[in-house]
């Protein structure tokens, strides 16, 4: 054992028996770097990082690896998940350094935490054209003990290089009409319009960015916006990045047809594609896209869903395939024969030509990856029900992915959002009951009486690192949407304590925002990434909370420093649309108003509930939602929203107040009629 065991991350604790002598980051390893006068060698991954398992086998786990690794340096290993200010100051040197960057990331460092010498996955053998990891220890320890005025230079230049690459963007206008319509020239001659999505391959799920075209066609009746966010969700959903057995999506596919995937199934993706299919058939109506909602909140719960309440991170690629050996994909693949034993030869020709499995195979070994290359309508859906069902039961048989368990707060935030909104839009109360558990949790475990965040829990016990600006904003954003779908004023309450902390300890003077608080641990350099990534990053995703919460309040300084924040999209929007979904998306609700609409009506009226449902059901972009009992005269202080203030029925009868822009529409009893309020 090293001195990884007894952390919390599942990622360090898989290294926790290997021969290296393993510190977890913090100024204890440094220390020992100086008193030993040794470099740092930082390797960053995370748990269902593929090539982060195959280079731990191949080098982590050699005696001869690791014995050079600990005679000549002192080895950190971080798990970019826990620690993502770690890795995004790192690997900001390293795509600086050699123009690519990916994970396993390894950094050496000075014991000042200066990197010098960097790269990712290294072989253990020389091949197509690398270094060994062998030859690249070698050389960097003859380097720092035959070259240390080059070195300590070297460190010194990228240091000061990474610090003045601070961003003087958080004070610019908003995006207005032209850059908005720019982003979506932009993105339209990036449209793969054979595939769906934007770009080559690999091809990751642009959900942020699909989010954007659905609320710009909602503000301007762009037909093109939409038909670009609805076609690339259906290729998705019939291609193989879509599990066609037990719903949920893989983190990428290979290809430009979606047809191969990365297999491992990260949190965040899931809780954003489930959340916009959902508005995907909000504005369309499409089974489809009901139906990948549904499946994939259903698998969250399943497969994600923590005894304590939460979601964990991820489930990995790679699994047994039977033989005792490690493979990508193995759990999720079928052959020809694989199909007969299960189904029998009638079924399993009938699954394989609806599912696109071949005796060539699209995967490896003769394999498929399940996939709907035909529309569903030709199959009898009672059979495919059953094949589904058989398949999906000989499936659980096969040894599974590992899962990584510790739960983010920021991607808990994200799946509060996703399942609230799609169990209030599908009727579905258990979907909203386990958003609310997942809420709960983040606030008695990783909110402290301050309502200060912590980054990671697991099996109930909170993690020792911060949280960074996107826990903040994202478990905002999921409290916002829980408030609106359950007309529970608390989860408000807790998204402005959380906002608050955004103000005060994440926003630069001209209100530009940094990942993380003014008093965290000092880097080489304070983060600040505005571009979204895999999930909104953490300056946009603040932007959308700080103005939903303007709008539930009034509070000028949330919408001030909101509009601050998007400034950042006005320089990036028109350039790289694609880096910048999410900023684009809360653009088009400031451009919309956005939309306040607050539903009084007395607890259990059924007209009360079809106005709340329609409003859940209207597609303005970025309105907000209060409902509960009226609140007027002596009672108005006491309303859970402030929208309810002041708000009467009308007649009697449960009454939707819509507002925007400082003004409001008469308020209306009747459903239809609230719903062309919300749409034009």
């Known amino acids: 054992m090293n001195r990884l065991a007894g952390v919390t991350s599942p990622y360090l604790l898989q290294h926790a028996d290997n021969p290296v002598d393993w510190w977890p980051w913090g100024p204890e390893a440094f220390a020992e770097a100086k008193r030993r006068d040794v470099p740092v060698l930082l390797s960053v991954g995370y748990s269902a990082c593929h090539w982060c398992h195959v280079m731990a086998h191949e080098s982590f786990e050699d005696g001869a690896t690791a014995a050079s690794m600990n005679a000549h340096f002192v080895n950190v290993k971080v798990d970019r998940e826990e620690r993502p200010d770690v890795d995004a100051v790192y690997m900001e040197a390293v795509q600086a350094a050699t123009g690519q960057g990916g994970w396993p990331m390894t950094v050496f460092l000075t014991p000042d935490a200066e990197p010098f010498y960097f790269g990712t996955y290294f072989p253990p053998e020389p091949r197509h054209g690398m270094a060994s990891f062998g030859q690249v220890l070698e050389g960097v320890s003859a380097a720092w003990q035959g070259r240390r005025a080059e070195v300590t230079e070297v460190a010194g230049n990228i240091v000061r290089e990474l610090a003045g690459r601070s961003l003087a ?113 909000r504005v369309t109506g499409s089974d489809l896209a009901r ?146 558990e997942a809420a709960d ?20 016990h909170v993690g020792a690192n911060a949280g960074v600006l996107e826990d903040y904003a994202d478990v905002a954003e999921g409290f ?45 350099r304070r983060p600040q990434d505005p571009t979204d990534n895999a999930a909104p990053s953490g300056w946009t995703a603040a932007a959308g909370a700080l103005l939903s919460y303007a709008a539930h309040t009034g509070s000028e300084a949330h919408r001030t420093a909101a509009e601050a924040a998007l400034g950042v999209v006005t320089a990036l929007g028109p350039r790289a649309p694609r880096f910048v979904g999410w900023g684009l998306a809360v653009a088009e609700a400031l451009l919309d108003g956005p939309r306040e609409v607050a539903v009084v009506s007395e ?18 972009p970025g309105a907000v939602l209060a409902h509960g009992r009226p609140a007027t005269g002596a009672d108005a202080g006491a309303a859970e929203f402030p929208l309810l203030r002041d708000r009467p029925l009308v007649e009697g009868r449960p009454a939707a107040y819509v507002c925007r822009h400082f003004a409001c529409d008469a308020p209306t009893t009747d459903p239809a009629e609230l719903t062309r309020k919300l749409t034009n």
């Open 169 to 281: 963007v958080g004070g610019a206008k908003a995006p207005g009409e032209p850059e908005l319509a720019q982003a979506l020239l932009g993105l339209t001659r990036e449209y793969d319009a054979g595939h769906g999505g934007f770009g080559g391959a690999p091809k990751f799920p642009p959900s942020m960015v699909v989010e954007f075209l659905l609320r710009h066609h909602a503000r301007t009746g762009a037909e093109g916006a939409l038909q670009m966010a609805a076609d690339t969700c259906e290729r998705m959903a019939r291609g193989g990045i879509y599990d066609q057995l037990g719903g949920g999506f893989a983190r990428y596919s290979v290809d430009r047809e979606w047809i191969v995937p990365h297999f491992e199934k990260m949190l965040y993706d899931n809780a954003l594609l489930c959340r916009v299919y959902a508005h995907v058939w």
């Open 291 to 436: 139906r990948v909602a549904l499946e994939t909140a259903d698998f969250m719960v399943r497969e994600l869903r923590t005894p304590e309440g939460g979601f964990a991170s991820a489930l990995d690629a790679d699994s047994d395939d039977g033989t005792g050996r490690q493979v990508e994909g193995a759990y999720y693949v079928w052959t020809p024969a694989q199909l007969a034993e299960v189904l029998g030869e009638e079924d399993a020709a009938h699954a394989a030509r609806y599912f696109g499995v071949t005796e060539e195979g699209t995967f490896e070994e003769g394999a498929s990856v399940l996939q709907l290359p035909q529309g569903e309508g030709v199959a009898d859906a009672a059979r495919i029900a059953d094949v589904r069902a058989r398949l999906l039961a000989a499936r659980e048989t096969r040894p599974r992915p590992g899962r990584d368990d510790k739960v983010v707060a920021a991607w808990n935030g994200l799946a509060v959002a996703a399942l609230a909104e799609t169990g209030a839009l599908f009727d579905r109360p258990d979907l909203v009951e386990r958003a609310t």
């Open 441 to 460: 949790l983040l606030v008695r475990v990783h909110m402290d009486e301050s309502a200060r965040l912590a980054r990671t829990s697991r099996e109930g």
């Open 480 to 524: 916002l949407a829980l408030a609106g779908v359950t007309g529970e004023g608390v989860w408000l309450e807790f998204a402005g304590f959380l906002l608050d902390l955004v103000l005060d300890r994440f926003t630069g003077e001209d209100g530009a925002l940094y990942d993380t608080a003014h008093d965290a641990e000092q880097l080489i």
């Open 603 to 620: 607890a259990g009226d059924a007209a009360g509930a079809e106005l709340v449902r329609a409003a859940l059901r209207a597609t303005a």
